[in-house]
């Protein structure tokens, strides 16, 4: 019992010591580092938030999506311990709190879809300037 408890609880804090939240303004920096055209930059700022909430760990289990953009197991990474899917990428380290691979998916992805892959985007197509006003 014990041990099982050491356990869980090692568990627990390498989870949190991976997750990561991002600030809104933190977030739309980075994404530039790794090559995000300016001009899409509050969009996916804006979608993130969406998605996320900035939450790098974020997974929907029910969907399978995974990480702060909410990759989809279903066509762009794998769930078995070799890489697979559009992004030749282990859906589990779009969950951990390094962003440039979610990012490399994500400009994948919107090369051949566009923004529309994803649902949130329905909430991104406007104005959407405030998503990094004052950044
Ligand atoms: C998880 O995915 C389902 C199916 O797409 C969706 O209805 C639900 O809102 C998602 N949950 C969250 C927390 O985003």
Redesign the pocket.
């Known amino acids: 019992m014990s041990s099982y408890r050491t356990v869980a609880i090692l568990v627990l804090f390498v989870a949190l010591a991976n997750a990561k939240i991002y600030d809104r303004c933190e977030f739309a920096r980075e994404i530039q580092t790794y090559g995000v055209p300016y001009e899409q930059v509050a969009v996916w700022t804006c979608i993130a938030q969406h998605?996320s909430e900035y939450n790098t760990a974020a997974v929907?289990w029910?969907?399978g999506?995974h990480g702060i953009y909410?990759i989809s197991e279903l066509y762009w990474c794998s769930t078995s311990d070799t890489p697979g899917g559009g992004c030749n990428a282990l859906c589990s380290q779009f969950e951990d709190d390094y962003i440039g691979d979610d990012t490399a998916c994500a400009q994948l992805i919107y090369g051949q879809m566009g923004f529309p892959a994803w649902?949130t985007y329905q909430y991104c197509n406007g104005d959407v300037s405030s998503y990094i006003a004052g950044c």
Do not use: A, M
Request: hydrophobic letters at 0%; a negative charge.
């Open positions: 998605e929907n029910s969907s999506d909410q649902t």
